[in-house]
Nanobody
Framework: VLLVESGGGLVQAGGSLRLSCAAS????????MGWFRQAPGKEREFVAA????????YYAETVKGRFTISRANAENTVYLQMDSLKPEDTAVYYC????????????WGQGTQVTVSS
């Protein structure tokens, strides 16, 4: 089972980026999927998650109101729309499943770098 991310890059503060995570197996449609991130010298932290069956969404307080997670079940894909980006959002972003009680599961994507310049 693979999680393949795309969409990272360099953006100025206040800008936007959209990350995508495509899962190789349809079994992921039963899971909550989402994103974690890790900045240099810091621990990996939860960012956002979405339940595939109900569509319920969960956000870290630091991104609430700026990031939006969504999914396309037919394509086994999860998206993270990141708006009003701040330099402190700079990190490697990892797709993950299955997320249970905001705790990461065993499947990780390869990571995609997001850099926000001031």
């Amino acid at each position: 089972v693979l999680l393949v991310e795309s969409g990272g890059g360099l953006v100025q503060a206040g800008g936007s980026l959209r990350l995508s995570c495509a899962a190789s197996a349809r079994t992921f449609s039963a899971f909550t999927m989402g994103w974690f991130r890790q900045a240099p010298g810091k621990e990996r932290e939860f960012v956002a998650a979405i339940a595939f069956n109900t569509g319920f969404t969960y956000y870290a307080e630091t991104v609430k109101g700026r990031f939006t997670i969504s999914r396309a079940n037919a394509e086994n894909t999860v998206y993270l729309q990141m708006d009003s980006l701040k330099p402190e959002d700079t990190a490697v972003y990892y797709c993950n499943a299955p997320i249970v009680v905001l705790t990461p599961g065993n499947y990780w994507g390869q990571g995609t770098q997001v850099t926000v310049s001031s």
